[in-house]
C-alpha cells in the first residue's frame, strides 16, 4: 500500500506472538459451512506462524519477488490448486475448482518495500538488494504483505480441505510489485482475465494499525487517488562566488516548493481533500558550487479525478511561471510514475461481507474511516468488470494498543 506502513511485531520478545482469539462463529449454526471451514484454523495456525516469519526475514523488492512466489507456488499446489507462475513478470494465481457455483477472487500482495528494519525481532529482516535505480538498499516488509501472504495461503488450505461444504471457484491471485502501483496491472496484461475466465466478485484486505481480532470495512471510496511527479528545474551552474553568473536552480526549487503549499490551501475547495508533497529535492554536490538543475518529487493524493486534474494543472502552472521568473534557460520537465486507482469499494458487496464480519466477529467488526493511503488493486477488478471491496485487519497487539492509547500515541 502506498502511503502507509504498518510494522506487524509479536507481543513478546522470544518471538512468539499473541493470537488473537478469532471465533468460528457467534450466529451461524453449529454446523455450518462457516464453522466447518473454520474447524482447521487453530492447525493451520502453526506453519502460518513459521511461514510467516520465514517470509517476513526473507523479504523481495517489486518483480524481483522470486523465492517468494516460489514459496507461494509451492503451497498452492500442496492444497491442491492449479497453479500459474509469473503472470506479470512474478506474479503468482492459484485456483481451486469446486463444481458449479460463484467465482471469487482474492487477492495477496507479495513485495516488500526498500527500509532498513529496527524492530529487533529474533526474526528481523536483514537482507538486502538492488532497487530499480541500481542502489544497494535494506529490505523490509514494512507493509504487511507477509501477512497477506501468510492469511491467503491458509485460507487457501482451509477450503480445500472443506471442499464438501463449498461449491464453486476460489482464484487466488498473488500480486507483484503493488508498491510500484503497476504489479496489478501488469498481471492483467499479462493475460490474468483469461486464466482465471469469468469472476463473480473480487476480495481482498490490508493489515491496518488496530488491535488484532479486529476487522474494520466500508462502503464507496476508501483509498485515495495517488501520484508521484519528477520534476527536473533548470538552472545555469557556476561557482558559488559569482552567483551574478548563475541562475540557481537551488533557489528556483526553494520558490516551488513554497508557492506549492498553497495549492491544497488556497486552490482546492475546503470541502474537498487532497495532499501535495514535496518528498525530496537533490541538486548539486558541494557547498560553493551551483549546480545546472534540480530534481523535485512530488506525491499528490485526491479522491476525485475533478480535484485531482485541478491540483496537476496547478503544479504545472505554477513550476512553469517560477522557471520563468527566475530565468531558467530550458522548460521544466515533467515525469510522471506510479500512479494509483481510487479504491471504491462496491456497497452492495461490502453490505454482503460486513454482514459475515458481524455474524463471526461481533462487536468486534468495525466502521473503516476514510483512508489517505492508496493502492492499485482496483485496476484487477475494474479490468475484469466485476465488483469488489476491500477492508482492514487489525494488526497490534491488544494489550499494545491500549497502552498506547492510554498514552494518546495514537494518531
Known amino acids: 500500500m502506498s502511503g502507509q506502513k504498518t510494522t506487524v511485531r509479536p507481543s513478546r520478545t522470544d518471538g512468539t506472538s499473541k493470537r488473537a482469539h478469532v471465533p468460528a462463529s457467534k450466529s451461524t449454526e453449529p454446523d455450518s459451512p462457516t464453522e466447518a471451514v473454520l474447524a482447521g484454523l487453530d492447525q493451520a495456525r502453526d506453519w502460518q506462524e513459521d511461514l510467516y516469519r520465514d517470509l517476513h526475514e526473507n523479504p523481495e523488492l517489486s518483480y524481483q ?141 490490508h493489515v491496518l494499525p488496530f488491535p488484532a481480532g479486529q476487522v474494520a470495512s466500508r462502503p464507496g471510496i476508501m483509498f485515495s487517488i495517488a501520484d508521484s511527479i519528477k520534476i527536473t528545474v533548470h538552472g545555469r551552474g557556476g561557482h558559488g562566488s559569482m552567483p551574478q553568473s548563475t541562475v540557481d536552480p537551488v533557489v528556483l526549487a526553494a520558490m516551488i516548493v513554497i508557492r506549492l503549499q498553497t495549492v491544497v490551501s488556497r486552490e482546492i475547495a475546503p470541502i474537498e481533500s487532497a495532499v501535495l508533497t514535496v518528498g525530496s529535492i537533490e541538486s548539486g554536490s558541494k557547498s560553493n558550487v551551483i549546480a545546472d538543475d534540480a530534481v523535485l518529487l512530488l506525491n499528490i493524493r485526491t479522491y476525485s479525478e475533478v480535484v485531482r486534474t485541478e491540483v496537476l494543472a496547478a503544479v504545472h502552472r505554477i513550476v512553469k511561471a517560477e522557471c520563468r521568473a527566475s530565468g531558467s534557460p530550458r522548460e521544466p520537465e515533467f515525469e510522471m510514475y506510479d500512479h494509483f486507482p481510487i479504491t471504491d469499494n462496491d456497497a452492495a458487496t461490502t453490505t454482503r461481507v460486513r454482514d459475515s464480519f458481524d455474524a463471526v466477529f461481533g462487536s468486534d467488526s468495525h466502521d473503516l474511516p476514510l483512508q489517505t493511503p492508496s493502492e492499485d488493486f482496483p485496476n484487477i477488478p475494474n479490468a475484469l468488470g466485476v465488483p469488489y471491496t476491500y477492508w482492514g485487519l487489525g494488526c497490534i497487539d491488544p494489550d499494545t494498543y491500549e497502552k498506547a492509547k492510554v498514552a494518546d500515541r495514537i494518531e
Open 65 to 205: 519477488e522470486h523465492r517468494t512466489a516460489g514459496l507461494v507456488a509451492d503451497r498452492l499446489r500442496n492444497a491442491g490448486c492449479e497453479v500459474h507462475a509469473g503472470v506479470g513478470k512474478t506474479g503468482v494465481v492459484g485456483i481451486l475448482r469446486n463444481g458449479d457455483g460463484p467465482t471469487v477472487l482474492l487477492r495477496s500482495e507479495i513485495d516488500c518495500l526498500p527500509v532498513e528494519e529496527k524492530t529487533g525481532l529474533p526474526y528481523a529482516s536483514t537482507a538486502r538488494g538492488t532497487d530499480q535505480f541500481g542502489n544497494d538498499v535494506p529490505l523490509m516488509h514494512a507493509c504487511g504483505h507477509d501477512v497477506h501472504m501468510t492469511c491467503l495461503l491458509g485460507a487457501a488450505s482451509l477450503l480445500a480441505d472443506a471442499r464438501e461444504h463449498w461449491h464453486g471457484t476460489l482464484v487466488m491471485v498473488f500480486q507483484p510489485a503493488e508498491e510500484f502501483g503497476s504489479g496489478a496491472q501488469s498481471m492483467v496484461d499479462d493475460g490474468l482475465a483469461d486464466l482465471v475466465g469469468t469472476v463473480s466478485v473480487a476480495l481482498t484486505q
